[in-house]
Nanobody
């Protein structure tokens, strides 16, 4: 059973930066998509960014493009989300997600709170 554990959330001022990490345990898959979603109070969960293990291709939502960067470590067990130029509207619970492309299995982390406020 794959388990995802996020870390790195917290309180940051507008314009600041945070780096989220998501470590996958019991994870030996070669082909997958790892990504981040977020959910703000009163809003639906939305996709933020993802990265494919196959070719390293990435996706960013329009709201974070140019400010956030997703990456995976060499072991392909930890995904990072570097967030810069943070805005108040980035405040949300951020969830890590992995899709195993061979089986279609999807796993979620427990979420980490990011609050952008002065």
């Amino acid at each position: 059973q794959v388990q995802l554990v996020e870390s790195g959330g917290g309180l940051v001022q507008p314009g600041g930066s945070l780096r989220l990490s998501c470590a996958a345990s019991e994870f030996t898959e070669d082909f997958f998509v790892m990504g981040w979603f977020r959910q703000a109070p009163g809003k639906e969960r939305e996709g933020v960014s993802c990265i494919s293990s196959n070719d390293g291709s990435t996706y960013y939502s329009d709201s974070v493009k140019g400010r956030f960067t997703i990456s995976v470590d060499n072991a392909k067990t930890t995904v990072f989300l570097q967030m810069s130029s943070l805005k108040r509207e980035d405040t949300a619970v951020y969830y890590c997600n992995v899709l195993i492309t061979e089986t279609g299995s999807v796993y979620w982390g427990q979420g980490t709170q990011v609050t952008v406020s002065s």
